[in-house]
């Protein structure tokens, strides 16, 4: 069973900056295309931010910018760097990584607010 733990999340101010982690377990990780969406409350589940096995990347146009998506395949880690965060950024993030349906790890909070 692949599980994806997420790190990382937090409360900071506009303008400010945190580095989401996402580690994830098996061995089959560098085959994965990865990424990170979002949830605020009320709202649906969006893409932030993806990567595949090839590192082509892709972005949601209201992040495009701002965030960075990477990852590290000897350490099975999934990295997106936050700049410029704003308070529409409030959301749970949940990182993501398979092939076909991915597998899904329990989400960490961000919050922007003054």
């Known amino acids: 069973q692949v599980q994806l733990v997420e790190s990382g999340g937090g409360l900071v101010q506009p303008g400010e900056s945190l580095r989401l982690s996402c580690a994830v377990s098996g061995s089959h990780f560098s085959i994965y295309t990865t990424a990170w969406y979002r949830q605020a409350p009320g709202k649906q589940r969006e893409l932030v931010a993806s990567?595949?096995?090839?590192?082509?990347?892709n972005y949601a146009d209201s992040v495009k910018g701002r965030f960075t998506i990477s990852r590290d395949n000897a350490k099975k880690t999934v990295y997106l760097q936050m700049n410029s965060l704003k308070p529409e950024d409030t959301a749970v993030y949940y990182c993501?990584?398979?092939?076909?349906?991915?597998?899904w790890g329990q989400g960490t909070q961000v919050t922007v607010s003054s």
């Open positions: 990567i595949t096995n090839v590192y082509f990347t």
């Open positions: 993501s990584a398979g092939l076909g349906a991915p597998y």
